[in-house]
């Protein structure tokens, strides 16, 4: 059995997961457990999904529904989990023909746990973030408009990236957040824009994706719950980077503007659940009146990057 430490909770698996950080201080007891070689259980064909979700491509990606005792995930053609009525127990318990074990762990560490901390009671942004002066700056956005790419460009430049795709929030005074794990995940084209050697890309994230995990380890990373200071809603300006290149902008947006796309960002997983509906709606709402959210749109330009964080560093007054 290994155990881990992820998104605030301590893990134990069944396999190896060399994403995770191992536990840093004295052992303590697992809250979330993990069987990804559970034994195949089958379900009888599905019709009422409590929820659908689609990949860019328009094909089915990410169902899932409840049944007595908990739910079933089915990410469409690659596995299936179920995660008991508490959160306590996540199992693989169907996985296609030849999935690799890499994708597996992807599909749990960054889809599927997401969701259990808002079961267990937690709420977590699909924000990747890094570290100034100490203090968080979010990055909000669809996939693919490029925030893992934006983070990994402030590491390179000092700046310490905290986490990709995953900030928990924690309703402290003031707002804090914990990092999910070290490392951030890349296309080819953004690790060598970034100055990587293709030789060193790093490992696959999934057999789905291109994508590599680049920046992996504890070194540069922080652990620790940090305040949040921002949190930037990144917009692409839609130009071709052949055409003249329009700068990044800043808008400043009202509580009420910035809370449907925060909503829109989150993880909820049983959404007929009215105390969690409730107790979420609170927590953003109290995130939308409380930070400064502002709307950052960007070139499609690598070569923009540098003007990107010099502008994010001159709003946040660390220039």
Not at 8 to 21: C, H, K, M, Q, V
Not at 75 to 83: E, G, I, N, R, T
Not at 178 to 188: H, M, N, Q, S, T
Not at 282 to 292: D, G, K, N, Q, W
């Amino acid at each position: 059995m290994y155990l881990y430490d992820v998104y605030g909770l301590t893990i134990s698996s069944d396999i190896a997961i060399p994403e995770l950080r191992k536990p840093s201080g004295q052992e303590g007891r697992a809250q979330v457990a993990l069987a990804l070689s559970a034994p195949v259980q089958q379900f009888e064909p599905i019709s009422n999904w409590l929820v659908s979700t689609a990949s860019p491509s328009g094909a089915p990606w990410l169902s899932w529904t409840k049944f007595k005792g908990g739910y079933l995930l089915r990410f469409h053609d690659l596995a299936d989990f179920v995660v008991d009525s508490e959160g306590h127990h996540i199992s693989c318990v169907a996985g296609a023909s030849g999935i690799s074990a890499a994708t597996v762990r992807h599909l749990v560490i960054d889809h599927v746990l997401p969701r259990v901390l808002n079961l267990r009671g937690h709420d977590a942004l699909h924000a990747t973030a890094i570290v100034i002066d100490d203090r968080l700056c979010a990055f909000v956005a669809e996939a693919g408009t490029g925030k893992s790419t934006l983070a990994a460009s402030f590491h390179v430049a000092g700046y310490p990236a905290f986490c990709d795709d995953c900030l928990v929030l924690r309703d402290t005074h003031p707002l804090t957040a914990l990092p999910a794990y070290p490392g951030v995940r890349l296309w080819e084209a953004s690790f060598q824009a970034l100055g990587g050697d293709t030789a060193a890309l790093g490992t696959p994230v999934a057999q789905y994706t291109a994508k590599t995990r680049q920046l992996g380890g504890s070194e540069g990373f922080r652990a620790e719950p940090l305040p949040l200071r921002r949190i930037y809603l990144l917009e692409r300006d839609g130009q071709s980077p052949s055409t003249a290149q329009a700068l990044p902008t800043i808008e400043s947006l009202r509580p009420a503007d910035a809370l449907p796309a925060l909503m829109a960002a989150t993880f909820p997983l049983d959404i007929t659940d009215h105390a969690m509906l409730a107790r979420h709606f609170r927590l953003l709402s109290r995130v939308a009146a409380e930070l400064p959210i502002r709307r950052l749109t960007i070139p499609t330009d690598f070569t923009a990057l540098p003007v990107v964080r010099s502008l994010i560093l001159e709003d946040c007054g660390a220039v």
